[in-house]
């Protein structure tokens, strides 16, 4: 499950792109493993639908029955974040790290759930060591930068979005963020080109290739309408 890079007041984002398969732990004979991938299935499936509470139920029976899989507990917690369960959420970070601490996305996760409780400096903390782990994290990196624009840190905030667009993955969002810093911090041009950037990258109403409008279209339009009579 991954992250905060839709607006400034939604931290919760893109969420099913966040559950994150352990494929690494060795299971006790394959049947077992397909079962506990079937059950990770299941709980994704429902967390795009949004029904939080029947995902949680899900890996709790996964991981009464395989308890030390830092990668579902991190998911989990995710799941408690996004059913305004923050306790219930930062155990379960705590719990993933202390049982993986080199596993990226928890630290990521747990950042998400420090910026959602408004501890920022300890977000930019958490982002900072899932970068360290793993420098492909890209998400992570716009994470961060979004978190250091929250602080008014906006020249850091662009450098952070300037790194994370070297890796050539989430572009549209990245122009999107960069470009509401810009308009932020009062650089109307940056902030209009950076929004023409977005969308012309992400799916358009119009684009029928596209199943669905993507969910960042119509605010992008509206801070350029913002701006667009003054250009």
């Known amino acids: 499950?991954?992250?905060?890079?839709?607006?400034?007041?939604?931290?919760?984002?893109?969420?099913?792109?966040?559950?994150?398969?352990?494929?690494?732990?060795?299971?006790?004979?394959?049947?077992?493993?397909e079962s506990m991938t079937q059950m990770r299935q299941r709980a994704l499936s429902a967390a795009r639908r949004k029904e939080y509470v029947y995902a949680i139920a899900v890996l709790?029976?996964?991981?009464?029955?395989?308890?030390?899989?830092?990668?579902?507990?991190?998911?989990?917690?995710?799941l408690h974040l996004w059913n305004n369960e923050p306790r219930k959420a930062l155990l379960d970070f705590n719990r993933a790290i202390a049982?993986?601490?080199?596993?990226?996305?928890?630290?990521?996760?747990?950042?998400n759930y420090y910026a959602a409780q408004g501890a920022k400096e300890s977000a930019i903390e958490d982002y900072d060591r899932a970068i360290d782990l793993n420098p492909f994290h890209v998400r992570a990196r716009?994470?961060?930068?979004?978190?250091?624009?929250?602080?008014r840190r906006y020249d850091a905030a662009l450098d952070g979005f300037e790194e994370a667009l070297a890796f050539?993955?989430?572009a549209g969002?990245?122009?999107?963020?960069?470009?509401?810093?810009y308009h932020l911090r009062g650089d109307w041009n940056g902030a209009i080109a950076d929004y023409r950037r977005a969308l012309k990258v992400l799916p358009a109403p119009a684009d029928t290739q596209a199943p669905t409008v993507h969910p960042r279209w119509q605010q992008i339009v509206a801070w350029l309408n913002q701006l667009q009579p003054a250009s």
């Open 99 to 111: 049982l993986d601490p080199s596993l990226a996305s928890s630290y990521n996760n747990r950042a």
């Open 60 to 78: 709790n029976q996964l991981l009464a029955t395989y308890p030390s899989n830092a990668a579902d507990y991190s998911n989990r917690g995710l």
């Open 1 to 33: 499950m991954a992250r905060r890079t839709c607006s400034e007041s939604d931290h919760m984002s893109a969420e099913t792109r966040a559950f994150r398969s352990p494929t690494q732990c060795q299971y006790p004979d394959d049947s077992l493993q």
């Open 173 to 181: 969002e990245i122009y999107a963020e960069r470009g509401r810093t």
């Open 168 to 170: 050539r993955q989430f």
């Open 142 to 151: 716009i994470n961060r930068a979004v978190t250091l624009r929250e602080l």
